[in-house]
């Protein structure tokens, strides 16, 4: 009998009753089911940021990106040997050779100014690329596309819908593109006409800035919350922009597995593959302040949902104290029968064990009810209280994201249970030592 004590006692203290007993045994499950419940939102949240970010990134981001120094411009010393520039085409070769590469192609990048009929010049970055088959950032892009097609062969550009609502264009407008080189040039050159003193002279140069805009058709339409803002056109018309000469600015590389980035460029500074005059540049260094970010209010999050837990268990402590009292003379009694302090202590451990089982079991399915209706809940209270809860213009994700692990769900019922089985030992290890001649007199 006395064995299945523990057992049949923490069942009968937990029973509904209309007593003190049994609302604040129906506080403490409310506590660890709320505990529970918030912290399998929150994880799951974050972990679906974490993992729809990254995939949101390697969606459009280059895996690789090879950068070769800006060539010099400047006037070198009497007797000094010209700057090393190695030849791209040699660098493209050996990069399409390396192992785990899928794809490598030149690319020409920088910042132009689009402009519609009489619209504000909308500011944006551009690639440049070729239109091969074997093109694995645009066999990438194509999963994005809206309308349109895919033509990077002629004087061409695809636009992002975000860009395309600014300038109120379509597919088949013609856009007037100048590169931001270009327009800082032409300032500079009028700065140095109002600058002359002579005004015939001023008036000459003022003449002689021509600046003429590249005329490029829209073919097709990008969605922007899934492809970036980037615009893309032909690589021979971002080397006419940019006054590249046939050159280039960057090798796009795309790895058969992009996890492997970081190794891979670490690979290529450590060896000699990659001449001197060339740089590299990964997926993640590109947001790494983004997704260092990420992790950061990931890691605060916890740290603040476990007082979440401590509270719960704290609810857990008051109804074991409360029960230890209200069955004090019951203890003694047991006691005086022969039962030993760990069979009065396992009493309440059960009864928290209890408590924590029933609220881990309500939690979780709270959780995952939240969960499951996420967005609705999103939209519900942006309406009411007027205000986006989740900008896309922040977290670059249309829906809230959400990805369950089963190792977080362990984690979270561990501490639950962990916490409220020592929240429930120091008052059930108090009332085993107590005086059964005391207890049976009070």
Known sequence: MLSNAPFFLALRYLRPKRSFVSIITLISILGVM????????????????????????????????LVQDARYTGTLPEGAPPPFRSN????????????????????????IAARFGNSDPEATEIFGLRDDSDNGLLAKLAKHRMEGEFNLKDDN????????????????????????????????????????????????????????????????????????????APLNVAQELFNLEGDISSIEIELADPDL???????LY?????????????WSDEHQDRLQSVENQQSLMYFLLVFIMLVAAISVMNTTITVTVQKRREIGILT?????????????????GIVAVVGIGLGLAGGMTVLHFRNDLRD??????????????????????????????ASICGLAVILCLLAALIPAWF???????VALRD
């Not at 040699?90 to 030149?106: F, H, I, Q, R, Y």
């Not at 213009?393 to 692990?405: A, Q, W």
Request: charged letters at 25%.
């Open 261 to 267: 980035a970081g190794t891979f460029a670490e690979n």
């Open 380 to 409: 519900f209270f942006s309406r009411v209280f007027k205000r986006d809860f989740f900008p896309q213009d922040i977290y670059f994700l249309s829906e809230i994201p959400s990805h369950v692990e089963f190792i977080d769900l």
């Open 270 to 282: 450590n060896s000699d593959t990659l001449p001197m005059d060339w740089n590299v540049r990964t």
């Open 34 to 65: 709320l505990g529970v419940g918030v912290l399998v939102v929150v994880m799951s949240v974050f972990k679906g940021w974490q993992v729809e970010f990254k995939k949101l990134l390697l969606g459009f981001e280059p895996h690789i990106v």
């Open 336 to 352: 005086a029968l022969g039962s030993r302090s760990m069979q009065i202590i396992s009493i309440f451990l059960t009864q928290a």
């Open 431 to 437: 009332a085993a030592k107590v005086d059964p001649a």
């Open 157 to 232: 550009i695809i636009i992002t819908d975000k860009m395309a609502k600014k300038l109120q264009v379509k597919v088949g407008d013609v856009l007037s593109i100048l590169a931001t080189d270009t327009i800082r040039q032409m300032i500079h050159d009028l700065r140095t006409a109002e600058e002359t003193t002579d005004p015939q002279q001023a008036k000459t140069a003022r003449d002689e800035i021509v600046v003429l805009p590249r005329d490029l058709t829209v073919v097709a339409i990008l969605r922007a919350d899934t492809a970036g803002e980037r615009c893309y």
């Open 88 to 111: 791209w085409r040699d660098v493209l070769k050996e990069m399409k050779t390396l192992p785990g590469v899928v794809s490598a192609t030149p690319m020409a990048e920088g910042i």
